[in-house]
């Protein structure tokens, strides 16, 4: 896990996120989509998931780190909390798209 950072999370979760989201409009009409789908869901979501759980701990045990990296932590939040909706919503959307 040390090679796996908060960065590389946003990049790549944020990358997962807008590519969920350019294949989001196609997923009822194109079968072949379905699994990619579902695991960039899956995936941007782990990672907002995370991103939110790093910087909670960071802002919870590392607390003396001044006002310049306060807005830096916000947006983390809002990225990670909007990751990990998108990837519901989306992830629900699919779910409906199964044969039961």
Known sequence: MRGWTLGRAVGMGATAG???LALWPFLAS???LY???V???CFAGLC???????????LTFHRPRGERLRPVRAFDL????GLFL???LQLR??????PL
């Open 93 to 98: 959307d699919a779910l409906g798209l199964l």
């Open 48 to 58: 907002g998931a995370w991103i939110v759980l790093a910087t909670m701990f960071d």
């Open 30 to 32: 194109a079968d072949l």
């Open 78 to 81: 809002v990225l990670g909390g």
């Open 18 to 20: 807008l590519l969920v």
């Open 86 to 88: 998108l990837a519901w």
């Open 35 to 37: 699994w990619p789908f």
């Open 39 to 41: 695991v960039l869901a």
